[in-house]
């Protein structure tokens, strides 16, 4: 006898000989084959026999077994070139011929079986002594019920005699790849291994199912779009290696031959695409990666182009753009995750392992169903086992990335407590330890509860008011409550010049001390700090100064305490924390009359818009209507020439003309009378407490400088030249009109004298 399986070169695939040898070693027994030809089943296996087949690849569907059995028993079939025989994707079809014999010691029932359980069509016919003694079909256009044994791959018997030869002749077909691994194991083997596979396969699956639930229950609790995409992932997966593994069409479909052809793209499309959809949900791919976003979304259109071609064209070339797609879906996934990690995103850990467990394990059964390895248990089940670590993984990724968020919940939460209270938190330290050392608990407790209780109270006052003046005149008494035997104030200035004082507040101060302290500060180039020794008529000798600084707005602050001699400990804790305290509450004041400020007032020309004139006009009606007493007047005033002086000048020459016009309405009208500008060329003035009389003498002031106004003007390219004036006026007031139609009736009037004054003159405004 002689060692069977030939020395092929592996010249396609160099370096994948050590694999393969060690994928052999762990399929099964190398067979022996006898001089007759004939491989010897001898042990009880598996004794793999695909390495000793002799094929004949044809384009026609039928072909005379007899004639291709001749063929085999005179060597013209082509021997295959590995021990698991791989021929691609194609409509051809396969014939496969192989002689056996049963060895010394052999048992006289054996089981042969083709493991791939992809076959579309597979059928095996048995010749003993030239004679036809078995014939069986398989495969998945084959019902289930049609199969020789009830098992998940397809397996016939084979009984022989002692030393009696028998020729085995196999034809098959398949969308899939077509391979043609042969394995012969005697019956009670088959039995033993096929219940280990069954227990194997169905832990895999319960394992699946477990985690399914789990998630599926998690979603239900925390309605996280991450859970969700991962138990449609997780339920197509367990559908889709159902197919692939035999057991779907064994239990759940037996009698559905055509969706068992199409299940395997259709299932393996959707099983990417759910895929796709969890790893850009759960790395954020939107927001931190769209390249990847978008080349995901790609990916998942050809999945559903391969899933509309096996619907309408058939399983032909499904099988094999499925296959080629999950390679490319696998490798990018990789990589996005890789990145995702090497930019920061912690929870990119587990996701990439998880995910390098499966590549492993999809590579291979890609690479199998590719004909590029052969058909042994690692590239048979290496989907599975990868796919059991894979989801146990991505589940733990999944536990990882709450944890994450729920730390940085708390996190955030930390920083934003620590954000409003690190001042506080560092200024109760200091007096902790300063209160420590005097050994006095109970006085430092009773001082701090004070001291707080007037903190929060101030922090109240604050908000009270919407002006500067008052809200440091209702917070400076608590402190003054607070050190009663010390005089006390706030005083703020000018960023820039520092002489220009704006607010003085104090308390526990003769006016002769306040004056001074306001002289003290002016003098200061920098905002003080610290105890300086100032001599006060009133008989202070020291002044203890805490700046507040105002870095959003152009003043700067100081808060003052005035004592006969050097301050103590207690009058530099208040002072601290007051002065912090009335710092923010002076910022967010000044910044919310600021942004008040801006909000009302016309950009172009500095006077108020029409956000700002409209609620005094409401409350004007509104006071006419209910009272009947204050009467009111508007004037509507429309600039003349505005469009022509634009077309000809340019629109810096325009904004020069408004910005004259609302400065020559300002210089006409009284203190108490509100400009505003109403619209692109109209202005409206709202005048409180006035009659039709009053309306009169306003219209006589500014009519009596129409048209002699002269506004100079530079346009861009250096070109100077003066502007005339001109506008048109109309005023009413609520003592002639319903209070409601003053502001139509001023409008009408404006339009009248704009007519009046058009017909007088034809001469247009310019230089």
């Keep these: 006898m002689r060692e069977g399986g030939k020395n092929h070169k592996n010249n396609g695939y160099p370096g994948l000989r050590l694999i393969l040898l060690l994928c052999g070693l762990l399929c099964g027994a190398q067979a022996v084959v006898a001089d007759t030809g004939a491989v010897v089943l001898q042990g009880s296996g598996p004794v793999v026999l695909g390495g000793d087949l002799q094929v004949l690849i044809t384009a026609e569907a039928e072909h005379p077994p007899r004639r291709v059995l001749e063929a085999g ?28 014999e049963r060895g010394p010691g052999a048992a006289d029932e054996w089981v042969v079986e083709v493991p791939h359980p992809l076959l579309g069509f597979i059928e095996a016919r048995v010749f ?41 002749l196999f034809r098959m077909r398949s969308a899939s790849s ?13 039995s033993r291994d096929a219940r280990d596979a069954y227990v194997g ?35 197509c997966f367990l559908v889709f290696v159902l197919n692939i593994t035999g057991f779907g069409y064994q239990f759940l479909w037996p009698g559905f031959p055509g969706w068992a052809q199409l299940a395997t793209p259709i299932l393996g499309g959707l099983v990417h695409i759910a895929a796709l959809l969890f790893t850009s949900s759960f790395l954020h791919l939107r927001e931190r990666m769209p390249w990847g976003n978008r080349w995901f979304h790609a990916l998942n259109l050809g999945f559903l182009l391969v899933i509309a071609w096996a619907l309408l064209v058939g399983p032909h070339r499904a099988y094999e753009m499925t296959a080629s797609l999950a390679v490319v879906t696998t490798l990018s996934v990789v990589v996005v995750a890789m990145l995702s990690l090497r930019r920061g995103l912690e929870q990119a850990r587990y996701f990439l392992l998880a995910w390098v467990f499966l590549l492993a394990g999809v590579l291979l059964y890609a690479l199998r169903a590719l004909g590029v390895l052969p058909n042994v248990f690692i590239t048979e089940f290496g989907v599975q086992i990868g796919a059991a670590m894979e989801m146990l993984l991505l589940s733990l990724a999944l536990a990882h990335r709450m944890r994450l968020l729920e730390d940085e919940k708390q996190r955030v ?30 006085r430092v407790l009773a001082g701090k509860t004070r001291l707080f209780e007037k903190l929060v109270e101030a922090n109240s006052r604050a908000r009270e008011t919407h002006d500067v003046d008052r809200m440091l005149e209702r917070v400076m008494p608590l402190l003054a409550e607070l050190l009663p035997e010390c005089g006390v104030g706030v005083m703020t200035r000018e960023r820039q010049r520092g002489g220009l ?185 709202f005048c409180p407490d006035t009659d039709a009389g009053g309306v009169e003498q306003l219209l006589h002031r500014m009519r009596a400088g129409d048209g002699a106004h002269l506004s100079e003007v530079e346009t861009a390219s250096g070109e100077r030249f003066n502007l005339v004036l ?42």
């Design 128 to 168: 003993v002594d030239d004679r036809e003694v078995g014939h069986f079909r398989g495969g998945k256009s084959v019902p289930r019920a049609q199969w020789p044994i009830g098992h998940y791959q397809f397996s016939f018997p084979l009984v022989l005699e002692p030393g009696q030869r028998a020729e085995l």
């Design 501 to 685: 004082i704006h607010h003085a507040h104090f308390r526990n101060l003769e006016l002769a001390d306040e004056q001074a302290l306001v002289q003290w500060l002016r003098e200061q180039r920098r905002c003080p700090e610290g105890e300086d020794a100032v001599a006060l008529p009133g008989g202070y000798r020291s002044v203890l100064s805490f700046p507040m600084d105002n870095r959003l707005t152009s003043l700067e602050g100081v808060l003052v305490i005035a004592g006969a001699g050097p301050p103590g400990r207690d009058a530099r804790q208040a002072g601290a924390l007051f002065s912090d305290h009335v710092a923010a509450a002076l910022q967010a004041l000044l910044l919310e009359l600021e942004l008040e400020r801006i909000a009302n007032t016309d950009a172009l020309t500095g006077v108020f818009n029409r956000n700002y004139v409209e609620p005094l006009l409401d409350k004007a009606i509104a006071d006419k209507q209910r009272h009947g007493v204050r009467d009111f007047a508007l004037l509507v005033i429309d600039l003349d020439g505005l469009k022509q002086v634009n077309d000809e000048h340019g629109h810096e020459a325009g904004d020069a003309l408004i910005r004259a016009a609302a400065e020559r309405i300002g210089e006409c009208c009284r203190a108490t009378d509100v400009v505003a500008r109403w619209g692109g060329d109209e202005f409206l003035v």
């Design 413 to 442: 939460e930390r920083e934003g407590k620590a954000m409003l209270e690190e001042r506080v938190r560092e200024r109760t330290r200091r007096l902790d330890e300063a209160l420590g050392e005097l050994g006095d608990a109970n």
């Design 73 to 100: 028993r005179r060597g013209e079939l082509r021997p295959v070139e590995r021990g698991s025989p791989h021929f691609g994707y194609g409509p051809e079809t396969v014939w496969g011929y192989l002689a056996v």
């Design 178 to 190: 077509l391979q043609l691994p042969v394995e012969a194991r005697d019956r009670a083997q088959f």
């Design 201 to 235: 396969l169905s832990l895999f699956f319960g394992l699946l199912g477990a985690l399914l639930f789990y998630n599926l229950l998690l979603y239900a609790a925390l309605r996280d779009i991450n859970s969700l995409y991962y138990v449609l992932y997780l339920g």
């Design 726 to 767: 001109r506008y048109s006026i109309g005023g009413a007031s609520s003592d002639e009109q319903d209070p409601e139609a003053v502001l139509g009736e001023a409008d009408r009037r404006m339009y009248e004298d704009k007519v009046a004054r058009s017909r007088r003159s034809e001469d247009p405004p310019g230089n």
